[in-house]
């Protein structure tokens, strides 16, 4: 005999983690161990990250859109994303590194302007989710563009100024673009990893540049749309229509 409450169980749990909660958890999980990655030699590491990037990745098609169409074409994408991803630990080539940093870059984008909506689009009150939801596309940039910085080091010849020991496709050297994109994002500026190509340096302007504005039109924001729920929901007083 089935035994339901066990199912309705599963079917909540299942829920959460294909949810938004999960999203945010296999984003926050999938940074440390990228980071971790990118500083400790430990190829169990780079195994948790990949891990993780494919359970963030599938939680997140169902943040992309109701409608199935969308939601079918992301699901395609983010199955090559995966793919690429893991066929790159058996066959670390140049041309599999490229591609899976393309789709992956690509899904990344996707999730980052859907987040951003989902965070500014409406004047509901500020709650927890939405805070995290803020945070999350904070995350989700600073990973884009360490996706993006690896694919113009396959694309560009020394678009960076890196430690010679590691070679072009290295799990090293792909990992220090995620050190070095939060390093950019947040203005830092260590100076151990140089853009050098022209392109390369514009975009760590508008990386920089980023990580400027967005904390400051975010708390802009939510005070704004706090203000607001507050002048909303306070009772009329006497003489006010």
Not at 175 to 197: A, K, Q, R, W
């Amino acid at each position: 005999m089935t035994n339901f409450p066990v199912l309705g169980r599963s079917f909540l749990y299942s829920r959460f983690w294909l949810g938004q909660q999960g999203f945010w958890i296999f984003l926050l999980l999938m940074f440390v161990a990228q980071m971790l990655g990118s500083t400790l030699d430990f190829p169990l590491l780079r195994l948790s990250a990949s891990l993780f990037l494919s359970l963030f990745l599938i939680s997140g098609v169902r943040s992309l859109s109701p409608r199935r169409s969308v939601r079918a074409v992301g699901c395609l994408l983010v199955m090559a994303a995966i793919v690429l991803r893991w066929l790159g630990h058996a066959l670390p080539t140049p041309a599999i590194i490229g591609w899976g940093l393309a789709t992956a870059l690509l899904v990344m984008i996707t999730l980052t302007l859907v987040s951003i909506d989902k965070v500014f689009r409406d004047d509901s009150p500020v709650t927890a989710a939405r805070v995290m939801g803020a945070v999350a596309v904070y995350l989700l940039f600073g990973m884009s563009w360490s996706y993006l910085y690896g694919l113009l080091d396959l694309l560009l010849r020394d678009a960076f100024n890196l430690a010679a020991a590691l070679d072009i496709g290295d799990p090293d050297r792909l990992e220090s673009f995620t050190y070095f994109s939060f390093v950019t994002l947040t203005t830092l500026g260590y100076g151990d990893i140089t853009p050098v190509h022209p392109v390369a340096r514009l975009c760590v302007i508008f990386q920089a540049l980023f990580g400027q504005l967005y904390p400051a039109t975010l708390l802009a924001r939510l005070v704004s749309l706090e203000i607001t729920s507050r002048q909303s929901s306070r009772p009329p007083t006497i003489g006010e229509p």
